[in-house]
C-alpha cells in the first residue's frame, strides 16, 4: 500500500470509476482507468482504499488527509 498513490487516486477519480475498476479486477478485465502498483494484489488494495477514503470523506466530512489517517489507523487496527 502506498499513501501516494492512494492520494493520487482519491482526486482523480470518482468513487463509481473506482468501483469500475475494482470489479473489472476481479473480472480479470483491463482497467478503464490508470492505477500504480506492482501487481492486481497492490493495484486492489489501492482501489479499495480510495474507495474508502473517498467514503470516508464524504460521510464525516474531512479533508483527504484526515481520512488518509483514519484508514491507516484502521489498517494498523486490524493488523494489531
Given amino acids: 500500500m502506498q499513501i501516494p498513490v492512494?492520494?493520487?487516486i482519491v482526486s482523480e477519480y470518482s468513487v463509481e470509476q473506482?468501483?469500475?475498476?475494482?470489479?473489472d479486477l476481479m473480472e480479470e478485465k483491463p482497467l478503464a482507468i490508470e492505477i500504480e502498483g506492482e501487481d492486481e494484489g497492490e493495484q486492489l488494495t489501492h482501489i479499495l482504499a480510495a474507495i474508502w477514503v473517498k467514503e470516508e470523506m464524504e460521510k464525516?466530512?474531512?479533508?483527504?488527509?484526515?481520512?488518509i489517517r483514519n484508514y491507516t489507523v484502521k489498517v494498523r487496527n486490524s493488523i494489531s
Fill in 6 to 8: 492512494i492520494k493520487k
Fill in 18 to 23: 473506482l468501483k469500475q475498476a475494482e470489479e
Fill in 60 to 67: 464525516e466530512g474531512v479533508n483527504v488527509g484526515k481520512a
